[in-house]
Each structure stands twice: as structure tokens, then as C-alpha cells.
């Protein structure tokens, strides 16, 4: 069927669906046709966490194609750094010990896999399908097999009309700019060449598919890594009091929790039917998505509560006990007290720069080094290596991901959520009361983030250079007004940005956006009140550097 002029293209076409989604989601269809039909070129750039696009606009299937052909051609490559990034001796190595593929619960995810299923094995290399699976599934499992690479088609967090490509070598963890880059070579020189590649078979998909369960690979993992006690955490979910609830917001997290804990009267599970369309939110674990999680804790009287929602991919994670909302800049926090002081875990904390400095409050008095990285969860794979001279202990960031000691090298809503489970057991408080008891230990702190629009002819270099006046504006030692209190600067951190960090505690961080014509603010005050002031002060240090 030829596509009909009554959308010009897939972008108009999704703009109508996503307007309202119960009405128009029998346009899915056609999205369908422009992904199939679509053979326009669209550049390929693999950001903080694989390559992403919008469905049937640039991420269509002769494109997918053409990025799994750039991947075969990096393997058959004698480039040996990046082969040795990859974590394999050479393409035969590749070929015997096989790629994993799968995909979340996106529009089209199944048909967009198998036709890389398909590419890999003409190109002899063996494949294992593994359906719907979350992101750290693919990590353990790559571990767990000895698999060469995994390829996971998901967009994490990102709205509906959005899929995705990721690409994790042999240790698990995302891949590495070496990788990457070298991807986005290939393919984009493919691009320019306006390939048009038909499928491998006349349907699409492979001729021999061999399955591969994940989750069951991943409760293998659990147990074997003994970071967290997945017999303790089954056992407090039996015998107390408590009362659990899931939102896995339509994605593949869904039926996860139930597997790894067992089924209980004790636990609900919101959002696990299939939709494509989310209901039409975007499915983060956002503090406004997590509000049908709150209502249903405030409707319950158990001693212990805990409610949690997870992206798509389940890779990010957000808590509530029923009072209170605690995003991981907290949680982070709590995971690494909890695994240092009751489970005697030694080694670092890894967080990425704009995440709080609550966590290096109680660092500092543990006596526990922080090892503070630019944001990305990639940047933490020095940290997670078992073999990593500077183990961590816990590594998070502030945008909800968190993966710790001899878990996985790919942020992990799951283990967050293991954890979370185990920590109330063993200090006998819910999530709220042991916050609130660090708090009045090491002291409070209160981040939050926000942002500038700035003109589009700044995107890029030219932004990130006007910004660069502020580290030499603010080195240690000056003394600037916020709130109407002089503030002296004790430290000064450029790892990702600007982070200016004031005598009382308290900071900023001023980062440009890499492909957006914004700015963003990430703060840290010492009072709820202060938020404001120093907000206030990073837009008047912006604006005077933008001048």
C-alpha cells in the first residue's frame, strides 16, 4: 500500500497521534508505512546512551539497517583499539561468541530486531533473541553468556514516537566513545552514500531465531554478585508489614519485580498492559508521573511503604514510602550508608557532577573517597570494573540511575529497587525515616535543576566558549552576593560545565546543552528557601557571561 497524501510525513503524522492518543492510535499504522517506505538518510550520532530517532522520520528501517551494516563492517575492521574496546580478540571471535538482541515495548520494537537478527547472521555471526528485556538484563546477561556485544532497541525514557539503538560491548557497560565513534563513521558515510539496502529475507526477519531468557540470567546475576540479598528481600516482603507498589508505566520492567521477588498480596503493579502510546505522557519517572503510585500509598496502612516507578528500559528509578517523594540525589545517598556501614562494602562513591553533595557529606565523614565524573552514566565504568583499583561502593546520578559494587556497568532501576527493599529490612526503617535520620547526621541539602533558552545560533562551540568566561570569573577565593549574603567560593570543578561551590556548602553548575539552544542550571542549596537565591544567581552568571 503506497502512503496517501493525507500526511506529508511521519513527524506531521505523530504530531496527530500524540495530540490524542486514545482517539488517533489506530494511525499507528501509518507510521508503520513511513518506517518501512522511508529510505531518506538522517545523520547518526550515538549520544550519552546509543543512537535515537523518531520513528518513521529518521529512525526507519532502511536506516536501522544501515547502522547494524556499519556495526558488521566495525567488526570485520582490523581497527585493533577498537576491537579491544569491544572486549574481543578479533571478527571470529565475534561471530562464535554471538550478539544478543532485543528490545522495550516500543512501536514496531519486534520487526526493527529481527531484521538486525537477520543482517547479523548473513554476515555469519550468531545471535540470541531475547524479546522484551530491560537494559540491565542485557548487561548480566552478556556477562552471564560470554556474548561478544549486546544490541538493545530502546530509547530509554524518551517519548513514544521516539526508538532507539544501543550498543553494549563484552563488560556490559554502555559503549565507550572509541566505539561509538567509529559506528557513526561508518554509518554516516553509508548515510552519504543514500544506501538503499533491502531486507536480508523477503520478510524481513531471519530464517532460525534461538531465544535467550535474560531475567532469568539476571536473578542468576543478582544472586551470584551478593550485593544485594534477594532471600532477605523475600523473606521481609513475607513476614512484615509492608505494602509495595510498582508503576513500570507500560514498559518492559513490567513483571519483573513479581519474578525476581516472588507474588504477594502485598505487592500492586500499576501500568503493565500494552501501549505503545504510554497513555501520552512521557514515561519517566518523573515527580508528577509518580502521583498514581503516591495515591495508592496514601490508601494503604502498612507499617512499611514503598513505592517506586521505572522508565521504559528499566534503567531509572524513583522512590516514595507514602510521605515522601526521594529522588536518587537521595537515594544515592542513603545506598552508599547503607552499604558501607551495615554491609561493610569498602571502595568510592562515583557521582556524576551535578548530582547533590549530600552523598559526599556522608562520605567525607565515613572516610570514604568521591570520585566525581561528567555526566553520562558511561563515565562510570572506570568505578564498576571488577577489576577497578577504585571500586564503587554505590555510583549514581542525579537524573535517576544507580548501579553499585559488582553489579552492573549499566544503570539499573532493578538493583535500585532490590536495594531499596533491603535496606528497610535491615534498618527497620521505611525510606523516609532513614533519610530523615542521615539528614540530621551529615546535615540537609536540597538540589533541584532548571534552565535558560538561549538564540540558536549559540548551539555548540560557540555557547560552551561564551560559558567558559565563568570559571575565570569565579576562581577559589572570590567573594560574590547571593541572597544578599556574601558567598566566598571554595572550590572550582570544570569536569562537565561550571560547578561553583560556595564556604556554606552550597553550589551551582552551569553546563551548556550540547545540542540544544538552552543552558542548564544545576543547584544545590542548604535550605528549601535558598533554592530560589541561587537559581536567581546562576542566571545573572549566565546572562553576564552571554554578554
Known amino acids: 500500500m503506497l502512503m496517501t497524501d493525507t500526511f506529508r510525513d511521519a513527524a506531521s503524522c505523530w504530531k496527530v497521534i500524540l495530540s490524542d492518543v486514545e482517539r488517533n492510535r489506530g494511525l499507528l499504522s501509518r507510521i508503520e508505512q513511513f518506517a518501512r517506505e522511508n529510505t531518506a ?3 547518526v550520532v550515538f549520544g550519552t546512551s546509543g543512537w535515537r530517532g523518531e520513528i518513521g522520520t529518521d529512525f526507519t528501517f532502511n536506516n536501522v539497517r544501515i547502522v547494524t551494516e556499519a556495526l558488521i563492517e566495525m567488526f570485520r575492521s582490523d581497527d585493533s583499539a577498537v576491537i579491544r574496546e569491544i572486549g574481543a580478540g578479533d571478527f571470529g571471535e565475534i561471530r562464535r561468541r ?19 537478527i537477520g543482517r547479523l547472521q548473513r554476515a555469519g555471526i550468531r545471535t540470541w533473541y531475547a524479546g522484551e528485556a530491560t537494559t540491565p538484563e542485557f548487561s548480566a546477561g552478556i556477562e552471564m553468556t560470554g ?12 517519548p513514544a514516537n521516539y526508538a532507539g539503538f544501543k550498543f553494549n560491548p563484552a563488560d556490559g557497560g554502555p559503549a565507550g566513545t572509541g566505539i561509538t565513534s567509529k559506528i557513526e563513521e561508518i554509518a554516516n558515510r553509508m548515510m552519504g552514500e543514500s544506501l538503499i539496502l533491502e531486507p536480508v529475507l523477503p520478510d524481513g526477519g531471519p530464517e532460525k531465531v534461538e531465544r535467550i531468557d535474560l531475567l532469568h540470567l539476571y536473578q542468576q546475576f543478582i544472586r551470584e554478585r551478593g550485593t544485594v540479598n534477594l532471600d532477605r528481600v523475600r523473606d521481609f516482603i513475607d513476614r512484615e508489614d509492608c505494602f509495595i507498589c510498582v508503576d513500570t508505566v507500560h514498559g518492559a520492567a513490567r513483571g ?30 518523573s515527580e508528577k508521573n509518580m502521583e498514581g503510585v503516591e495515591r495508592v500509598l496514601k490508601g494503604n496502612s502498612a507499617r512499611f511503604k514503598l513505592g517506586v516507578i521505572m522508565d521504559p528500559d528499566g534503567d531509572r528509578i524513583r522512590y516514595s514510602d507514602g510521605t515522601m517523594q526521594i529522588p536518587m540525589n537521595y537515594f544515592g545517598a542513603m545506598a552508599l550508608h547503607f552499604l558501607h556501614v551495615y554491609k561493610k562494602i569498602p571502595g568510592v562513591v562515583a557521582k556524576s557532577v551535578g548530582t547533590s553533595n549530600f552523598v559526599s557529606a556522608i562520605a567525607e565523614k565515613l572516610g570514604v573517597p568521591v570520585g566525581e565524573t561528567r555526566v553520562g552514566f558511561k563515565n562510570f565504568r572506570h568505578y564498576l570494573l571488577r577489576s577497578s583499583p577504585e571500586r564503587a561502593i554505590i555510583a549514581f546520578e542525579e537524573s535517576d540511575g544507580i548501579s553499585g559494587y559488582n553489579n552492573t556497568l549499566e544503570k539499573d532501576a532493578l538493583f535500585g529497587f532490590l536495594l531499596a527493599v533491603e535496606m528497610m529490612a535491615a534498618t527497620g526503617k521505611s525510606l523516609g525515616e532513614y533519610l530523615h535520620s542521615l ?10 535543576r532548571s534552565g535558560i533558552e538561549v538564540d540558536r545560533s549559540l548551539v555548540g562551540e560557540p555557547l560552551v566558549e561564551k560559558l567558559s568566561v565563568i570559571r575565570e570569573k569565579y576562581p577559589k577565593g572570590t567573594v560574590t552576593e547571593i541572597g544578599g549574603k556574601k558567598r566566598m567560593v571554595k572550590d572550582l570543578i570544570t569536569v562537565d560545565g561550571t560547578k561553583v561551590i560556595f564556604d556554606d556548602g552550597s553550589w551551582l553548575m552551569i553546563r551548556p546543552s550540547g545540542t540544544e539552544p538552552k543552558v542548564r542550571f544545576y543547584i544545590e542549596a542548604r535550605t528549601v528557601e535558598g533554592k530560589k537565591e541561587i537559581f536567581e544567581a546562576a542566571e545573572r552568571i549566565t546572562r553576564e557571561a552571554l554578554r
Do not use: Q, W
Request: some cysteine.
Open 41 to 43: 538518510p538522517s545523520p
Open 98 to 116: 554471538g550478539v544478543i538482541v532485543g528490545h522495550d515495548n516500543r512501536f514496531l520494537g519486534r520487526e526493527f530486531a529481527m531484521e538486525v
Open 147 to 158: 556474548a561478544a556485544c549486546s544490541i538493545n532497541l530502546t530509547p530509554s525514557h524518551n
Open 256 to 285: 519483573r519485580v513479581e519474578y525476581l521477588v516472588g507474588t504477594s498480596g502485598k505487592i500492586t503493579c500499576l501500568r503493565t498492559t500494552d501501549d505503545y502510546l504510554f497513555g501520552g505522557i512521557a514515561p519517566e519517572p
Open 439 to 448: 539528614m540530621e547526621e551529615f546535615g540537609h541539602y536540597y538540589p533541584d
